[in-house]
Nanobody
Framework: QVQLVESGGGLVQAGGSLRLSCAASGRTFSKYAMGWFRQAPGKEREFVAA????????GYADSVKGRFTISRDNAKNMMYMQMNSLKPEDTAVYYC???????????WGQGTQVTVSS
């Protein structure tokens, strides 16, 4: 069983930055690929970024390439996402996800709200 807890969301002006964190429980963190998804009001949940268990493989949605950076620290059971040059369309609830066989998701976090004002 893995529990995921996100933090770092908030209100920021367009052009600003935020850093999201995802804390994971359990001893097998490095076995899981991890990722971030987001869901805006009235829209379906969408993929944002993902990172392999070792951290050697990374992928991003086209909408965030060059602005967001995903990373992980397996020694601390933590995953991060640095979000720069934020836009109002980045406003959403951001969810942390973990999967042994990505893109199949085994665990979700509860979400953290990110609001970008224009």
């Amino acid at each position: 069983q893995v529990q995921l807890v996100e933090s770092g969301g908030g209100l920021v002006q367009a052009g600003g930055s935020l850093r999201l964190s995802c804390a994971a429980s359990g001893r097998t963190f490095s076995k899981y690929a991890m990722g971030w998804f987001r869901q805006a009001p009235g829209k379906e949940r969408e993929f944002v970024a993902a990172i392999t268990g070792s951290g050697s493989g990374i992928g991003y949605a086209d909408s965030v390439k060059g602005r967001f950076t995903i990373s992980r620290d397996n020694a601390k059971n933590m995953m991060y996402m640095q979000m720069n040059s934020l836009k109002p369309e980045d406003t959403a609830v951001y969810y942390c996800a973990a999967g042994i066989k990505w893109p199949s998701i085994d665990y979700w976090g509860q979400g953290t709200q990110v609001t970008v004002s224009s």
